[in-house]
Antibody, heavy 118, light 108 residues
Framework: QVQLVQSGAEVKKPGASVKVSCKTSGYSFAKKDISWVRQAPGQGLEWMGWISVYNGNTNYAENFQGRVTMTTDTSTTTAYMELRSLRSDDTAVYYC???????????WGQGTLVTVSS | SYVLTQPPSVSVAPGTTARITCGGNNIGIKSVHWYQQKPGQAPVLVIYYDGDRPSGIPERFSGSNSGNTATLTISRVEAGDEADYYCQVWDSSNDHGIFGGGTKLTVL
């Protein structure tokens, strides 16, 4: 079965960077794109961007352009999301998700809590 | 940019029908997907392509989409359906995903 296992919780200081990993299994990694979504405490879902595992092309939401980089490692079937210049309002749970037809998000990781605090 | 509007909350009694709307400009021409999120858990896809169900999702969950409104319908609501529900579309003009603000379903 499809599984996405994300890295553990992180605590970062303002201005630092964080890199979250998403280890996938149970499907053909190169055939599905991956999106990243975040959720601030008590808030809704916010789409951050997506990456084509096939060719590495990325498309980021305007709110994150210039601060986020999404990558993949096909040898380990792992996706990564790095967010730089962290601010307190970046405190959130970050999710990776496998994209299916019609750009639906078929499978989700368990989420990674990133806390930004001085 | 494209905006999806959901009511913040919907409350229904067990055994009745819950309808959660998702409004957007001419949303009827887009494919709408719905996610259920219970506290402390990751979202789960419950409806895709307006009204199709992934395997394992009960037939009580259905969806429709026309004009400026998409609707998630949950029949014979159970206590276990209490959750936040989010609609999602894809904006093909910029290849971006968009979520509605979410609706908290309370089972009275």
């Amino acid at each position: 079965q499809v599984q996405l296992v994300q890295s553990g919780a992180e605590v970062k200081k303002p201005g630092a960077s964080v890199k979250v990993s998403c280890k996938t299994s149970g499907y053909s990694f190169a055939k599905k794109d991956i999106s990243w979504v975040r959720q601030a405490p008590g808030q809704g879902l916010e789409w951050m961007g997506w990456i084509s595992v096939y060719n590495g092309n990325t498309n980021y939401a305007e709110n994150f352009q210039g601060r986020v980089t999404m990558t993949t490692d096909t040898s380990t079937t792992t996706a990564y999301m790095e967010l730089r210049s962290l601010r307190s309002d970046d405190t959130a749970v970050y999710y990776c998700a496998v994209m299916g037809r019609w750009r639906r998000l078929d499978y989700w990781g368990q989420g990674t809590l990133v806390t930004v605090s001085s | 940019s494209y905006v999806l509007t959901q009511p913040p909350s919907v409350s229904v009694a067990p055994g009745t029908t819950a309808r959660i709307t998702c409004g957007g400009n001419n949303i009827g021409i887009k494919s709408v997907h719905w996610y259920q999120q219970k506290p402390g858990q990751a979202p789960v896809l419950v409806i895709y392509y307006d009204g199709d169900r992934p395997s394992g999702i009960p037939e009580r969950f259905s969806g429709s989409n026309s004009g400026n409104t998409a609707t998630l319908t949950i029949s014979r609501v159970e206590a276990g359906d209490e959750a936040d529900y989010y609609c999602q579309v894809w904006d093909s003009s910029n290849d971006h995903g968009i979520f509605g603000g979410g609706t908290k379903l309370t089972v009275l």
